[in-house]
C-alpha cells in the first residue's frame, strides 16, 4: 500500500459523502443542465485570472509564485463567507451567462452539484486539467455526483466539529456542550445546514444522519431554535465566525478544522476539538462558471496547485487535508511536525465516529432548508 494509506482511509468517507450529494431543486433562472465545456485556448494561459474563495485558504507566496512562473495575472477573492449567499450574490448574473468576471469559484460538493444542474458551470476540457487530475488521490476520483469528475476538483477537504478557546471553555467535548447554561451567550453555529444540524443529530444519538427522516432534521432545527431564542447561541454565521472568536465575543463554535489553526496565530487556546459523537467530513471544489473569460488560466492555476510541492506550501498555512496525492513528502521539508498533524492527514482511528457530510432527505429537502432558512434569518 502507497505511503498515502492514512490520508487515503480518512479520506474514504469523504468520497462516499460526495457520492450522496445531490439536489433536486433547481430554482428559477437555470439554464436547465450543463451547455458547454470551459475550452482552452491554444497554448498556455495567459491574461488575467480572477478566483473566488473562502477566507483563510491559502498561504501568502503561492498566488505571487504562481504569477511569476506563468506570467498570469491573480485576482484572488476572499468573498465566498456560505454557500447559499454566495450562491444568492452571483446567481443573477449567472443566469444571464455572466460570472462577474470570475473564472474559478470555491464552492462545497453539494452546491457544486446544484450549481451544474442548473446549468451554472461548465464541463472541464478534460485533456487541458489532465495534470491535476494525475494528481487526484483516488478516494476522490468518481463521486457520484461528478463520477468523471467533468466540472468540478477538490480544492481542500476537512471537518467540521467544535472550535474552541480551551482556555475559557475545557470541558466543551460534545455538540451538546454548546447547550450548557454555563456558556449562554458565548456560542455560534454555522450556516452551513449541512454541517451545523448533522451534528446535532449525531449528538443526539443518530449516528448516520445521511439515513435520518425529515423528522429528525426538523427535531434538531427545533431545537437550535430553542437556543437561538434564549440567547444560549448568539449567531448562525458562515466563515466570519472566525472573527467573533478572534475578539472574545464567543468561546466555542461549530466550525472547520483549519480555522482553528488561524486563529491560534493570534490565540495558542483556540483549538480544533473532535466532538465525541464525531465530525462531518467535506470537500470544497474549484469550478468554473459559465461566462468564464479565461479558463485557460483557470487550467493553469488547478494545474498549478495539484503539484504536490506546491500544494504542500498550501496544506502547511491552512491545515486542511489535503486532496493532492504525494504532499507528505514536500511537507516534511518545509515543516515536519505537519505531517503529524490529523487535521492535514486525518487517521482512520482519529475519523472513527465522522460521518460524510449528508444532504436531507429528498422529497423534504425544501420543508427542511426552508425551516432551517427561518432561524438564521429570523423569519418565519
Not at 498515502?4 to 430554482?27: E, F, K, N, Q, Y
Not at 482552452?40 to 503561492?62: F, Q, R, V
Not at 467540521?160 to 471553555?169: D, F, I
Amino acid at each position: 500500500m502507497r505511503k498515502l494509506t492514512r490520508l487515503v482511509l480518512a479520506l474514504a468517507l469523504l468520497g462516499a459523502a460526495i457520492g450522496m450529494s445531490a439536489c433536486s431543486d433547481l430554482g428559477a433562472g437555470g439554464l436547465e443542465g450543463p451547455t458547454e465545456t470551459a475550452e482552452a485556448a491554444p497554448g498556455k494561459g495567459d491574461g488575467e485570472l480572477t478566483i473566488s474563495n473562502w477566507p483563510a485558504y491559502i498561504d501568502k507566496n503561492t498566488v505571487s509564485e504562481f504569477e511569476k512562473k506563468t506570467g498570469i495575472s491573480v485576482n484572488y477573492i476572499e468573498d465566498v463567507n456560505d454557500n447559499n449567499e454566495f450562491f444568492s450574490k452571483l446567481q443573477p448574473t449567472l443566469a444571464n451567462r455572466d460570472p462577474a468576471g470570475r473564472s474559478i469559484v470555491v464552492v462545497t460538493d453539494w452546491m457544486a452539484n446544484k450549481m451544474h444542474n442548473l446549468g451554472y458551470l461548465q464541463n472541464f476540457d478534460q485533456k487541458s486539467v489532465q495534470p491535476a487530475m494525475d494528481n487526484l488521490i483516488p478516494s476522490l476520483q468518481s463521486p457520484s455526483f461528478d463520477p468523471n469528475r467533468e466540472f468540478s476538483l477538490p480544492w481542500q477537504s476537512g471537518m467540521t466539529g467544535l472550535v474552541v478557546n480551551t482556555a475559557e471553555a475545557p470541558d466543551i467535548k460534545s455538540i451538546n456542550d454548546l447547550f450548557d447554561p454555563q456558556y449562554h451567550g458565548k456560542v455560534t453555529v454555522l450556516s452551513e445546514m449541512r454541517d451545523t444540524i448533522p451534528l446535532i443529530m449525531k449528538a443526539d444519538g443518530i449516528e448516520d444522519p445521511s439515513k435520518a427522516p425529515a423528522e429528525d432534521w426538523l427535531a434538531a432545527i427545533d431545537k437550535l431554535q430553542g437556543a437561538i431564542d434564549s440567547g444560549q447561541i448568539i449567531g448562525v454565521t458562515g466563515n466570519s465566525y472566525i472573527n467573533d472568536m478572534a475578539r472574545g465575543d464567543v468561546v466555542a463554535a461549530i466550525g472547520w478544522s483549519g480555522d482553528a489553526i488561524q486563529l491560534q496565530a493570534d490565540n495558542p487556546d483556540i483549538n480544533f476539538v473532535m466532538p465525541e459523537q464525531g465530525c462531518i467530513i467535506w470537500a470544497d471544489n474549484m469550478v468554473i462558471p459559465v461566462g468564464a473569460p479565461n479558463p485557460a488560466a483557470a487550467y493553469e492555476w488547478m494545474n498549478y496547485v495539484y503539484k504536490p510541492q506546491n500544494q504542500a506550501q498550501i496544506a502547511n498555512y491552512n491545515y486542511y487535508t489535503t486532496p493532492v496525492a504525494g504532499t507528505k513528502k514536500y511537507l516534511k521539508k518545509i515543516n515536519p511536525e505537519a505531517t503529524k498533524s490529523p487535521l492535514i492527514f486525518p487517521t482512520e482511528e482519529y475519523t472513527k465516529n465522522c460521518s460524510t457530510q449528508p444532504d436531507p432527505p429528498k422529497l423534504e429537502t425544501a420543508e427542511i432548508e426552508k425551516a432551517f432558512q427561518n432561524l438564521t434569518t429570523g423569519g418565519g
